[in-house]
T-cell receptor, first 113, second 116 residues
């Protein structure tokens, strides 16, 4: 699976949008972009995933560039509870690599009051 | 639905003792994963099962570690004998076997292991 590059840390004011970037320049055509987050002392939590098109759910929006080499996770109105490590992962969703999610170090997002 | 359930949540044991971590995956999920998380190495995949059969155990650190899945609703990760360097948070996770949209992995809350 392709590897990803994320900034080690970011901060954001409460109520503002948090935009977390991710580079995945070696992504292949059948690989999805997944975002998870891990709040301190808890297990990683799925946020969103996408293949080509932008995606939105109740938690966040995912913007994938047309060449698919990078993406941005957007938390539209960050709250203090969004403080967590955010992982961008590229992986196929089937086959022998299923589940072999490489989490890397992620981005520590700190939301300030 | 209940999520992935792990036990114990916390365990402190002495070096040399046997440690058994337990996991109940989400009902209906075909895949079960064991991960380990440390400050030094981050989150690592140890082993995963498909339909109760171990598929890839290349992440298991050494022979002291073993994992079993006797049925679809239960798995164990055993460390014998335990060593201080095994201190970590161990996560169990599960997912369905169907590909496509919405196919994600769900993690338990972890078992915090300290070996002294």
């Amino acid at each position: 699976d392709a590897k990803t590059t994320q900034p080690p840390s970011m901060d954001c004011a409460e109520g503002r949008a948090a935009n977390l970037p991710c580079n995945h320049s070696t992504i292949s055509g059948n690989e999805y972009v997944y975002w998870y987050r891990q709040i301190h002392s808890q297990g990683p939590q799925y946020i969103i995933h996408g293949l080509k098109n932008n995606e939105t759910n109740e938690m966040a929006s995912l913007i994938i560039t047309e060449d698919r080499k990078s993406s941005t996770l957007i938390l539209p109105h960050a709250t203090l509870r969004d403080t967590a490590v955010y992982y961008c992962i590229v992986s196929r969703d089937r086959g022998s690599t299923l589940g072999r999610l490489y989490f890397g170090r992620g981005t520590q997002l700190t939301v300030w009051p | 639905d209940a999520g992935v359930i792990q036990s114990p949540r916390h365990e402190v044991t002495e070096m040399g003792q046997e440690v058994t971590l337990r996991c109940k995956p989400i009902s209906g999920h075909d895949y079960l994963f064991w991960y380990r998380q440390t400050m030094m190495r981050g989150l690592e995949l140890l082993i995963y099962f498909n339909n109760n059969v171990p598929i890839d155990d290349s992440g298991m650190p050494e022979d002291r570690f073993s994992a079993k899945m006797p049925n679809a609703s239960f798995s164990t990760l055993k460390i014998q004998p335990s060593e201080p360097r095994d201190s970590a948070v161990y996560f169990c996770a599960s997912r369905t076997g169907q590909g496509g949209s919405g196919n994600t992995i769900y993690f338990g809350e972890g078992s915090w292991l300290t070996v002294v």
